[in-house]
């Protein structure tokens, strides 16, 4: 079964620092990657997403991921967060398949990470 | 702006009852999604659907069931609710690609419910 391994459950990290956190997933055929941000309080919403062509992705706000198809990582990264990044971060797969024959958004478990300012 | 409604933000129930948690989108999105979320699980697809009257089952269906019998709504029901149903419930919906069904069109999530089970 597919799934999506997100290393870190909690990070915490004082402001100016850089960010990386890992996302790795378990399917063989062509996959569209995602990560998802929930602010306290809010809606999850698309920080950036790869589906094709240059595996450097840059998304708002500064981020970035990098997507390694070797490895099966989709790792999310920032050269210096802010404490307004304080936030719950969430990795997906979308594993391609013919028209229907289903297909789906498979999330990991979640990274929250708190920023001090 | 795109837009998915969530109709109840916070929901107490009782043990047993029939429960609908209702969302609207706006965009003229062919999937629906159903997940929930919960603390160290991240979300998990409950069900979905890829037209009017179609649904599928996703990772945890058991308990639930649901009804898309107009394009913009996808309804999620708990037969008989129980305390370990209670969560916050998400609705998402997204464009339908042209060959397949999930292209990687972005997906728009509702502000969720929270549901309590006591």
């Known amino acids: 079964a597919q799934s999506v391994s997100q290393h870190n459950h909690h990070v915490i990290l004082s402001e100016a620092a850089s960010l990386e956190l890992g996302c790795n997933y378990s399917y063989g055929g062509t996959v569209n990657l995602f990560w998802y941000v929930q602010y306290p309080g809010q809606h999850l919403q698309l920080l950036l997403k790869?589906?094709?062509?240059?595996?450097l992705v840059k998304g708002i706000k500064g981020f970035e991921a990098e997507f390694i198809k070797s490895k099966f990582s989709f790792n999310l990264r920032k050269p210096s967060v802010q404490w307004s990044d304080t936030a719950e971060y969430f990795c997906a797969v979308n594993a391609l398949r013919i028209y229907n024959q289903g297909g789906k958004l498979i999330f990991g478990q979640g990274t929250e990470l708190s920023v001090k300012p | 702006d795109v837009k998915v409604t969530q109709s109840s933000r916070y929901l107490v129930k009782r043990t047993g009852e029939k429960v609908f948690l209702e969302c609207v989108q706006d965009m003229d999105h062919e999937n629906m999604f159903w997940y929930r979320q919960d603390p160290g699980l991240g979300l998990r697809l409950i069900y979905f659907?890829?037209?009017?009257?179609?649904?599928e089952k996703g990772d945890i269906p058991e308990g639930y069931s649901v009804s898309r019998e107009k394009k913009e709504r996808f309804s999620l029901i708990l037969e008989s609710a129980s305390t370990n149903q209670t969560s916050m419930y998400l609705c998402?919906?997204?464009?339908?690609?042209?060959?397949?069904?999930?292209?990687?069109?972005?997906?728009?999530f509702g502000e969720g419910s929270w549901l309590t089970v006591v």
């Open positions: 998402a919906s997204s464009l339908r690609g042209t060959i397949r069904v999930f292209s990687g069109n972005t997906i728009y």
């Open positions: 790869y589906f094709s062509g240059d595996p």
């Open positions: 659907s890829y037209d009017v009257k179609m649904k």
